[in-house]
Nanobody, 112 residues
Framework: QVQLVQSGGGLVQPGGSLRLSCAVS????????IGWFRQAPGKEREVVSC????????YSSDSVRGRFTISRDGAKNTIYLQMNSLKSEDTAVYYC?????WGQGTRVTVSS
């Protein structure tokens, strides 16, 4: 049974940092493309960052490039999204995915 269980969300101040985690089971993390998406209130879900399951290449959206870093730790069966220099515009529910299944979502609120 494939599971993706997220944690690490919460309230942070602008300019702060936060690391989201996504503990996975039921598939080989090292051989799947993985990604983080987010959905802000009233908006469609959008891609944040993706990591290839083959050559390790990454993609990040223009809005987060240089601030967010996607990674995986196969030994811990965990996907991470390190978020730095957070802005109010980053407020959203964040979802991890292996592009077949999705995590339950974790809310991130960036506010003073």
């Amino acid at each position: 049974q494939v599971q993706l269980v997220q944690s690490g969300g919460g309230l942070v101040q602008p300019g702060g940092s936060l690391r989201l985690s996504c503990a996975v089971s039921g598939f080989n993390l090292d051989y799947h493309a993985i990604g983080w998406f987010r959905q802000a209130p009233g908006k469609e879900r959008e891609v944040v960052s993706c990591l290839s399951g083959s050559d390790g290449s990454t993609y990040s959206s223009d809005s987060v490039r240089g601030r967010f870093t996607i990674s995986r730790d196969g030994a811990k069966n965990t996907i991470y999204l390190q978020m730095n220099s957070l802005k109010s515009e980053d407020t959203a529910v964040y979802y991890c995915t292996n592009f077949q299944y999705w995590g339950q979502g974790t809310r991130v609120t960036v506010s003073s």
